[in-house]
């Protein structure tokens, strides 16, 4: 009888203990993180914020080759990603900014000319607010490893948050030459944890808002992080529709975790067309300042649901009074 009792004891302290583990991963995704939470490699971007105070830096050097079977031109593009973030008020809210500069060597092959262009291909500041955690009531369940380890179809419920932001045209653009200086953004970022290591980020954006040639796009990327947690791959899906520039491209890279501020990446991707049919390569790294603390929620005192009791209290309260009144009174 006494093996018994011990027995149900170490299983129950076991359990509590799974609870803890499996835990405390489960809720540190949901929001701010021990380690860095980059949107590199790649264009989409994840549905959480990086963390109240954080600010995280993401950069890397670009290269394109680009021909044009129709207008028999090619181009050679230098040019490097940057990406600014931090956050803001909340642990849900984050400002960033993301620019692209570029400089593009294009032939013109029909009339043996060549030209250069150099400016911004991106320059935009906005908003992302999490308006839906997934997992932030999540618990998880100690009677089915499959449940919490496995695909499940409940797994592709997401966590949605929405930006709006700017898009700036600054000075004579020549990939821009009609837009105006300044014209609007706005997204839908969805992120779903498929499995422990597998992730499903989407975005879908309307860019240039106000302008002649608005844009409607949109990214899904699947991330997987190998058994050691330092590496990770991923493949991503753009679909552009405009009526200036339409495409489909196809990315895929690897990421590398130094520290748990640092990353490195290196990606590559292609066009699925020839008007023009791209081809590019990108390396970077993204690093942060982490000035998050945690925030104590000061423990209240739980009063009584019942009439009885809160009427108890007030009485007991009362007796404490006057017995302080009769200790202060001076014989």
Do not use: C
């Amino acid at each position: 009888m006494y093996h018994k009792i011990v027995l149900k004891s170490i299983l129950k302290a076991s359990q509590w203990l799974t609870l803890l583990f499996i835990a405390v991963p489960s809720i540190a995704i949901s929001q701010y993180t021990d380690v860095i939470n980059s949107n590199r490699p790649g264009l989409s971007v994840s549905a959480y914020a990086v963390g109240k105070n954080v600010v995280q830096a993401e950069f890397g050097p670009l290269y394109e080759q680009r021909d044009h079977a129709d207008l028999n031109t090619t181009s050679n593009i230098f040019g490097a990603d940057l990406s600014l973030r931090y956050g803001l008020l909340f642990e849900e809210l984050e400002i960033n900014y993301e620019g692209t500069f570029v400089s593009q060597n294009i032939s013109f092959d029909n009339f043996d000319l060549e030209e250069r262009r150099t400016d911004f291909s991106r320059n935009r500041l906005g908003l992302k607010y999490l308006i839906y955690d997934r997992y932030k009531n999540d618990k998880p369940n100690l009677y089915s490893w499959r449940k919490d380890n496995l695909f499940q179809l409940r797994n592709l419920i997401p966590s949605v948050s929405l930006y709006g932001g700017a898009t700036f045209n600054l000075g004579d653009n020549p990939f821009y030459p009609e837009d105006p200086t300044i014209s609007y953004r706005g997204m839908v970022a969805t992120q779903s944890r498929l499995t422990p290591r597998f992730v499903l980020i989407t975005n879908v954006a309307y860019d240039r808002i106000s302008t002649d040639f608005p844009e409607l796009s949109y990214l899904v990327s699947l991330q997987h992080a190998f058994r050691n947690p330092k590496w990770s791959v991923f493949v991503e899906h753009q679909g552009i529709d405009s009526d200036r520039y339409s495409d489909l491209l196809l990315r895929t890279g690897v990421v590398h975790l130094f520290s748990e501020n640092f990353q490195a990446d290196f990606n590559l991707g292609a066009s699925f067309k020839s008007t023009p049919s791209r081809i590019f390569i990108s390396t970077g790294f993204s690093y942060r300042l982490d000035f998050h603390k945690d925030e104590l929620k000061p423990v209240q005192q739980q009063q009584p649901k019942s009439k009885i009791g809160r009427k108890a209290m007030k009485k007991r309260k009362k007796g404490r009074k006057k017995n302080r009144k009769k200790d202060k009174v001076d014989f």
